[in-house]
């Protein structure tokens, strides 16, 4: 089995940055792919970024939400286990509860829904 921690959230002003850490463990051999969600109140969960694993390697290809893209970057440490989100120019609709989770590829990280293994998640709160 494999788990997810993230780390890293907290009240940022408008315009700020912010970075996320995502802590793999577990049978992390299994996992191909980790992606980034968030949830805001009220609002289902959406997938925004995620990467590849490629081996004992950081290299992964990277992919982002249109309401991310451009101002956010996911990287990983393979040393560390550890996948992080760096976000600038924040604004207050990017306030919600940021998870991650894994999976085989990015199709399987699309899918992941209400019944599968969340984490506890980091709050991101934007405002000024």
């Known amino acids: 089995q494999v788990q997810f921690v993230e780390s890293g959230g907290g009240s940022v002003q408008p315009g700020g940055p912010l970075t996320l850490s995502c802590v793999v463990s577990?049978?992390?051999?299994?996992?191909?792919?980790v992606g980034w969600y968030r949830q805001a109140p009220g609002k289902q969960r959406e997938l925004i970024a995620a990467?590849?694993?490629?081996?004992?390697?950081?290299?992964?290809?990277?992919s982002y939400a249109a309401s991310v893209k451009g101002r956010s970057t996911i990287w990983r440490d393979n040393l560390k286990d550890t996948v992080y989100l760096h976000i600038n120019s924040l604004k207050p609709e990017d306030t919600a509860v940021y998870y991650c989770n894994g999976g085989k590829d990015l199709p399987q990280l699309e899918a992941r829904g209400a019944s599968d293994y969340w984490g506890q998640g980091t709050q991101v709160t934007v405002s000024s």
């Open positions: 990467i590849t694993i490629e081996g004992r390697t950081n290299y992964g290809r990277t």
């Open positions: 577990g049978t992390v051999f299994s996992v191909y792919a």
